[in-house]
């Protein structure tokens, strides 16, 4: 059954969890994406309370196996485990979530905490509150994440200089800042990849 499974196309698979027609009419209005159907709003033609449950339950199921993926493996060897860990957990949001990766000696991750919450197009953070956090857990390294639920994964002015700002305070406390992502949609940016860290 399990090489069955794996053979499956996208539809037969999504077919599945939520009968064919509806898995047809899913992916056409994904433009195909499986990434785009999980990671952003759903249709209201098909927010039937059946299907909706089942998508929800299918994107915390890989949520979980991709929290469970990070945890036990360094994170720099595995950056695209912790990128679409972090689009699925913060993709979907209709206000803007920062959250913090705390990390131990070894680059594993110690906690994954959504710290602060804000509206559509801003969050208050206060580094204080990251700098205690990082404290508590013992972390050797952080890595920083927000959302833009506008859809763009461009970094403002306020982002980088927030960045610079965590990095300042938490090097006080000889704990490292990985990275700061920038999570949009299906599309995930790395501030250090830009030279932005």
């Known amino acids: 059954m399990c090489s069955k499974i794996e053979s499956m196309s996208d539809a037969d698979l999504l077919g599945l969890l939520v009968g064919n027609r509806h898995a047809v009419h899913l992916l056409r209005d994904a433009s195909g994406s499986l990434s785009q159907l999980l990671n952003e709003p759903m249709p209201a033609a098909y927010a039937q309370p059946r299907i909706a449950s089942k998508l929800k339950a299918a994107t915390e199921l890989v949520r979980r196996s991709l929290v469970e993926a990070i945890q036990h493996r360094n994170v720099l060897s595995s950056p695209a485990e912790v990128r679409a860990y972090l689009r699925v957990t913060l993709a979907k949001r209709d206000h803007e979530v920062f959250m913090v990766l705390f990390l131990d000696a070894q680059n594993r991750v ?61 090097a006080l406390i000889d704990t490292r800042v990985l990275d700061h992502f920038i999570v949009a949609g299906s599309g995930v940016l790395s501030m250090a990849e830009r030279g932005l860290l």
């Open 110 to 170: 110690i906690a994954s905490e959504e710290m602060f919450r804000g509206t559509l197009t801003q969050t208050s953070v206060y580094p204080r509150e990251v700098v205690k956090r990082a404290l508590e857990h013992n972390a050797a390294a952080v890595i920083l994440a927000h959302n833009h639920p506008s859809g763009v994964a461009e970094p403002s002015r306020a982002d980088e200089a927030l960045t610079q700002t965590l990095r300042a305070a938490l």
